[in-house]
């Protein structure tokens, strides 16, 4: 049997604290916010060279967030390393943009409420969309001053996600 085969899948909770190696040896970090086979995670802005204390760490900077596949946890190269974080206040969970019928609607983070698209939504807020974990890596490497920042990266920003939380 593959060691692949034998694997389990990991059993993410809200508010567990995650490490990821990252291209120069250095870590990163961040924050199950919603667990899932898609979650919905924050990732913290600095890398570190050791894993720091855990409230140097917590006090970071939330630079990315968003929903993502738990893959990297899965095939073992980003792992929990602390449970029951709390989540900051200040993660957004964006307003959707969504088509029943022919009308645009607006609708909450999880899908579950919508109502008519208001005009300063239409072209603001975006369909619900996945990036994979590599692409939250790859951004935050980016922040970091390895490799460059690319233009699809703008959408993974806190700041992108907090413009998009129109209604609560």
Do not use: C
């Not at 993410?12 to 086979?37: K, S």
């Not at 919905?40 to 802005?45: D, E, I, L, S």
């Not at 909450?108 to 969309?129: A, I, Q, S």
Request: hydrophobic residues 40%.
């Amino acid at each position: 049997m593959s060691s692949d085969s034998k694997r389990k899948r990991v059993k993410l909770r809200r508010g567990d604290l995650f490490e990821l190696p990252v291209t120069d040896g250095r870590l990163g970090y961040g924050l199950v916010i919603i667990p899932g086979g898609v979650l919905y995670a924050a990732f913290f802005r600095s890398l570190h060279s050791s894993r720091p204390d855990m409230a140097s760490l917590l006090a970071d900077e939330i630079a990315l967030v968003g929903t993502t596949m738990d893959s990297m946890f899965y095939h073992g190269r980003w792992s929990v390393i602390a449970h029951g974080q709390p989540i900051p206040a200040a993660i957004p969970f964006p307003n959707w943009k969504v088509k029943i019928g022919d009308e645009l609607r607006t609708t909450d983070f999880e899908r579950r409420y919508h109502w008519p698209m208001r005009p300063d939504e239409v072209d603001l807020l975006d369909y619900k969309f996945s990036r994979a974990p590599l692409g939250y890596q790859d951004a935050l490497e980016a922040i970091n001053g390895i490799g460059e920042w690319q233009e699809s990266y703008d959408k993974l920003t806190l700041a992108y996600a907090a413009r998009r939380v129109t209604r609560a």
